[in-house]
């Protein structure tokens, strides 16, 4: 466990195994084994963070969809539990980005790539990515870009 936030997750679970915090502990168990799980597909070890973010920010999208979903069918108990979830995964993210923040990226890689259509989208995505992964959420920056591109 090379990545500050393999590292992280590791000394985390073990506050969380002292303090006896089983929803923390079984969360950030499985953000460890999703981890593992990428690194057993890949037959590689993941070095940094820019490699483990995805991994985290997948989850969180997943707990914000099923969270959506439990509210929709009128099961706040189940919802309560995903947005635990969801706070307790934001904890290991870096800031999130602000609405004015994302705007102010997204209007300077449309101008690096001197985009001026839909078809020049990928290449802001492209751009953009790896500068967001993990503080914002990327379905909601690209609408944001096909907004400003159409």
């Known amino acids: 466990m090379s990545s500050e936030l393999k590292a992280r997750l590791t000394s985390e679970?073990?506050?969380?195994?002292?303090?006896?915090?089983?929803?923390?502990?079984?969360?950030i168990r499985s953000m460890q084994a999703a981890i593992?799980?990428?690194e057993i597909?890949?037959?590689t070890t993941l070095e940094d963070d820019a490699e483990v973010l995805p991994i985290l920010d997948k989850m969180l999208k997943q707990r914000r969809d099923s969270?959506?979903?439990?509210?929709?069918?009128?099961?706040?108990?189940?919802?309560?539990?995903?947005?635990?979830?969801?706070?307790?995964?934001q904890d290991f993210l870096?800031?999130?980005?602000?609405?004015?923040?994302?705007?102010q990226l997204v209007?300077?890689?449309?101008?690096?790539?001197?985009?001026?259509?839909?078809?020049?989208?990928?290449k802001v995505m492209g751009l953009l990515k790896p500068k967001m992964q993990g503080r914002a959420d990327m379905a909601e920056v690209s609408k944001l870009i096909k907004a400003k591109l159409s």
């Not at 679970?13 to 006896?20: G, P, Q, R, W």
């Not at 209007?107 to 990928?122: L, P």
Request: aromatic share 2%; hydrophobic share 40%; proline share 4%.
């Open 94 to 103: 870096p800031q999130p980005l602000t609405e004015a923040e994302v705007s």
């Open 107 to 122: 209007d300077e890689a449309i101008s690096d790539v001197s985009a001026s259509s839909m078809q020049d989208m990928g």
């Open 13 to 27: 679970m073990k506050i969380a195994m002292k303090a006896k915090e089983k929803e923390r502990l079984a969360v």
């Open 36 to 38: 593992k799980q990428v």
């Open 67 to 89: 969270l959506q979903q439990y509210e929709e069918a009128g099961r706040p108990e189940l919802a309560e539990q995903e947005a635990l979830e969801m706070k307790i995964i």
């Open 41 to 43: 597909d890949n037959q």
